[in-house]
């Protein structure tokens, strides 16, 4: 290990509270990942003078700075400008760079704007850190003996594939990181973090590997982390912990690592050579979406049918008028009914329905906000449905996400 | 004004990346609220060194340092042990605050645990920052003349009501707060933040109101601030601003502040009574998604079909199977028939289809990745469809994204 480092991100937009610094947490488990030390982050505006005190500050404590934000083409974009002037290093135009970003636009059918050039101009004797997913370019720059620079742009689907294609292999070539730490994160749904949390209490205080719960978007997470000499070795330290984990919560278990609830689900459909249709409601779309984000899932899932109007549910789905009349849209019969009636419209194997008081409005005594039911129809023609009760604290989105996820878990444990 | 503020986070989950830093950027808007200018922000681990040495920069660049974190009863909270340690007070057991955690801990049936004893240690001189909503305690000190601190809790919840109930009178009554910063944000669709920055160039330099650029999710945003005594004193400061740039850009300006594609497009529908159905293939619900992410969306939604498979295109949008052959689910034609035929099918006044390539597999030297038509069908039963080439730098989640926010806007300048 060569020292530590330390996260510097640029932009103004963070000192307003604009956006919230994912960047930040990205890059520090990363770090942490290729066990390289970092004891601090700095946020700093979009000011020269300001930046400069950071990097002064950051040169005396830390020997590998990543920054974060200011490589657009906008005149309040400054970060290379600005460390060029620090290390007194002149800036000068990359002619590949130029070239690259205006391939890259006419890909697009667009010609480059002539501030897009400024992105071209680096520090002198900085090396290129390529950009595949957008025109800014970073660099890794060893301005002095032992103090490594690197810059990614602030949008964080660029920096995260320049981080992984560049960074790392050259983090890894260099010496920076230590014995590399490796994980398997284990997936459940529908089981409570602090829940989860006191099965499996007693492996909290391990050392190699650790165990550590995480919450996000619903799913609880346990990432199991060993650092050894080869992936091997971490291996046969992660396995006995996962399997005593999966023994303590079977059933909520769905997935590890890059597994979603609609890349399992479809995993198993195509196992079994069966098809998908959905109907929904309050999620107008949702859960299609998110099952057709699984690349080659038009293996499986034939489409289905947004049933925002209850029109749409009786004249496309045979939900019955009556029941409608009678029970309301949000009612167990109703969604049953839009599973079997998507199920028998697309003729797929498999049908879901959804509906549900996603709020803010619409919520009755009877029928709060939350109350969401999904219906499964099944290949044997088998239908059942499911009540939940998600209640009103986290809003619409929230409830409308969990509704999708819920439905996929309880197709999950069908299939 | 007094001076400006920093925030410092303590926390090694904040290193390790296991959270990601919500409380920086609640403090960094309260801060903007309240017209006080805030320059940087610093994460350090629970480490007393190293809080020290933040500290110590802290002070020679700020005036009111805002805390989070280190204040709970486990032996590596430290923030307060560590603040008393470097302005050299020693820390005085507060028995009011012993009380207070005692009755909070009754209340719930438990016993206060010895550790929270810990809580009650504060630096001589230091006034209490009470904690309604848990059991640690801040404090709100000013160890040196001019320099002031203040702790909160890590615990979003608990830190946001301090702040609301204590801190924010505390800053307005000791005249830290100046003349509050009120501002608006326009939104774009369709065109670069580059190309954007061009044409609204020589409004970047302005003092009061400024312009700042801003791109996320693909809208670029344009935020107006203005620092003024009174919203109304800042609306006139803003609205001329304004109105020049939507006369560069009158086309692409699609709102302002909390409006979306999706909000813009139900208001212009139920303002002419109308409705809309979508057809969506290559994004399988998202376009509906988006649109019944608005509260309220019913009045103007019927709902859609997700064609996923040629199977449903046929049979439910009665898309053409010869232009299928010979054309591909790809093209135009595609496109328009399948607007026409969800317009037709749940008869509303306006249909939308999209069709495209999402990638990573599927596409040709002719039909690559990134290649999406959108159709739109009206009430007079005009059609007509527009190509679009997004690319594949970014993936496929992001292209399915700008397909359906294109569809929102394409749809948006037809109404």
Known sequence: ?????????????????????????FLAQELAQLGISHYYQTVVGDNPLRIQRAVAIACERSRLLLFTGGLGPTPDDLTHETLADFFDAPLA?????????????????????????????????????????????GIIWEP????????FPGVPKEMHVMWQTTA?????????????????????????????????????NRDNPTVAPYASQGTVKLRISARAASEAAAIALIEPVADEILKLAPGPYYG????TLASV???????????????????????????????????????????????????????????????????????????TGVRARLGTDWGVGITGVAGPGGGTAEKPV?????????????????????????????????SCCSALDLLRRSL
Chains 1, 2 share one sequence.
């Not at 290990?1 to 947490?25: F, H, P, R, Y």
Request: proline share 5%; with cysteine; aromatic share 6%.
């Open 1 to 25: 290990m060569k020292g530590s480092a330390e996260i510097i991100c640029v932009g103004s937009e963070l000192l307003l509270g604009d956006i919230v610094n994912t960047n930040a947490q």
């Open 93 to 137: 135009e990359r002619p590949a760079v130029i070239a690259d970003i205006q391939q890259k636009y006419e890909r697009r059918g667009r010609t480059m704007a002539a501030s897009n050039r400024k992105q071209a101009l680096l520090p002198q004797g900085a090396d290129v850190l390529p950009n595949p997913a957008g025109s800014a370019p």
């Open 144 to 151: 002095r003996p032992g103090l490594v620079l690197m810059t």
């Open 168 to 204: 790392v292999p050259y983090l890894q070539d260099e010496g920076w990181a230590a014995d590399p730490i490796y994980s398997r994160t284990l997936k459940f749904w529908g089981i409570g973090e602090s829940d989860l949390a006191e099965q499996v209490n007693h492996l909290f």
């Open 256 to 259: 590890s690592d890059d597994d």
């Open 265 to 339: 689900v479809g995993d198993r459909l195509r196992q079994t050579g069966q098809t998908l249709a959905v109907a929904e409601s309050c999620t107008g779309g949702g859960l299609g979406h998110m099952l057709t984000a699984v690349a080659g899932s038009s293996a499986y899932f034939m489409g289905g049918i947004i049933s925002y109007d209850n029109a749409v549910k009786i004249g496309l789905l045979g939900v019955s008028p009556s029941v409608l009349d009678t029970l309301g849209a949000v009612s167990a019969p109703v969604a049953e009914q839009m599973a």
């Open 370 to 402: 939350g109350l969401v039911y999904i219906g499964i129809a099944g290949p044997e023609g088998q239908v059942s449905s499911q009540a939940y009760r998600f209640g009103n604290l986290r809003g619409r989105d929230w409830i409308r996400h969990l």
